[in-house]
């Protein structure tokens, strides 16, 4: 685990001097088009980005929130293009695909890194992200471990049916867990991906199972929602509880020793920088790799220390 952490930061450190050795003297325009800037996550993924382009002096950023309207989004890339950017940065998790902004990109032959959600099709230029699903194994294991094989496991998604992102890390947690006699719970309700969320959720389902002894939730923003209805009912002794994104509050909840035991690492500062890094080059005519996934880390109090950032944005 420790070999991956110090790996991952070694390539980051690599990343950043070729970024800098790849900028050019002309002044860059770069566009960061974001779905939305309500979640922790989302917040910390622009800000990282910023300030890659902050040590650029030529770079000049432009930050577009859609505020979960994919009609907006669409504009806002029209937008962008009308104002001559070099580049565009792309988190707009959790759509799928958005053929009609990618068409025009291409056609204004501008490249374009996505980062965090891969969309469907092979229009964009780059992508740097994580597998969800090899990371939700590895909280899985963790949770069989935890559990010794037995007891109940709610599940807690972020919503809605159809979000790849979120099936994914379930998926990966339930093929570790299903050849077990863990019984599984999924709860009927989304959390929205949001603490609120995930305290409206875990006081409906504490009201209604009495023996839950594990709750992963789908990101780390809903589980701290859960963690505290969980405290609020006074059972923090019996129910533990597993995330995924490797969220500052989450990690510091998981060193106290707290009833958060792990959480999977989907580190927005890494991306950022790669994808950054990624932009750098091909607005200076460089080929990059396509699809970059950043490697599995599952965080516990016992490696949190040497995998994680206390400076980090999230």
Request: net charge positive; aromatic share 4%; with cysteine.
């Given at each position: 685990?420790k070999?991956?952490?110090?790996w ?7 990343l950043?001097?070729?970024a800098a050795?790849?900028a ?12 939305q800037m ?5 917040i910390?993924m622009v800000r990282?980005l910023e300030?890659e382009?902050?040590?650029?002096k030529?770079?000049?950023v432009m ?8 009609a ?5 890339i ?6 001559g950017?070099?580049?565009l940065i792309?988190n ?5 695909a958005?053929p009609g902004p990618?068409?025009a ?8 890194v996505?980062?965090?959600?891969k969309l469907k099709?092979g ?9 969800n699903?090899?990371i939700?194994?590895?909280?899985g ?12 496991l709610?599940?807690m998604?972020?919503g809605?049916?159809d ?5 994914a890390r ?9 050849t077990?006699g ?23 389902m504490?009201a209604?199972h009495?023996?839950i ?6 990101n780390?923003a ?5 963690q ?8 923090q ?16 909840q998981?060193v ?7 959480t999977g ?5 890494a ?5 950054f890094e990624?932009?750098?080059a091909?607005?200076?005519g460089k ?8 490697p ?19």
């Amino acid at each position: 685990m420790k070999r991956l952490s110090v790996w991952l930061l070694g390539m980051a450190g690599g990343l950043l001097l070729a970024a800098a050795a790849q900028a050019q003297d002309r002044p860059l325009k770069i566009g960061i088009v974001t779905l939305q800037m309500k979640s922790p996550y989302f917040i910390a993924m622009v800000r990282s980005l910023e300030a890659e382009a902050a040590k650029h002096k030529n770079v000049t950023v432009m930050v577009v929130d859609g505020g979960g309207d994919v009609a907006k989004v669409s504009s806002d890339i029209e937008d962008l293009l009308a104002k001559g950017v070099d580049g565009l940065i792309m988190n707009i998790s959790p759509l799928e695909a958005l053929p009609g902004p990618m068409a025009a990109i291409k056609k204004a032959g501008k490249p374009v890194v996505l980062v965090n959600r891969k969309l469907k099709g092979g229009e964009y230029d780059a992508w740097v992200g994580v597998d969800n699903y090899a990371i939700g194994m590895g909280v899985g294991e963790q949770i069989a471990k935890f559990m010794g094989g037995k007891g109940t496991l709610m599940m807690m998604r972020g919503g809605p049916e159809d979000n790849s992102t979120g099936n994914a890390r379930r998926d990966g947690v339930l093929s570790k867990v299903s050849t077990t006699g863990i019984q599984v719970v999924v709860a009927p309700e989304f959390g929205k991906w949001g603490e609120d969320g995930g305290i409206r959720v875990m006081e409906d389902m504490l009201a209604k199972h009495k023996n839950i002894n594990v709750v992963f939730c789908e990101n780390d923003a809903m589980c701290l929602g859960a963690q505290k209805a969980i405290s609020d009912a006074g059972r923090q002794k019996e129910i533990s509880v597993f995330g995924f994104d490797g969220q500052k509050a989450a990690v510091e909840q998981i060193v106290k020793g707290t009833n958060y035991v792990a959480t999977g690492q989907n580190s927005p500062d890494a991306i950022s920088r790669i994808g950054f890094e990624r932009l750098m080059a091909l607005t200076a005519g460089k080929k990059v790799e396509k699809d970059t996934i950043t490697p599995v880390v599952v965080i516990t109090k016992e490696n949190a220390a040497s995998v994680t950032n206390p400076k980090s944005v999230f």
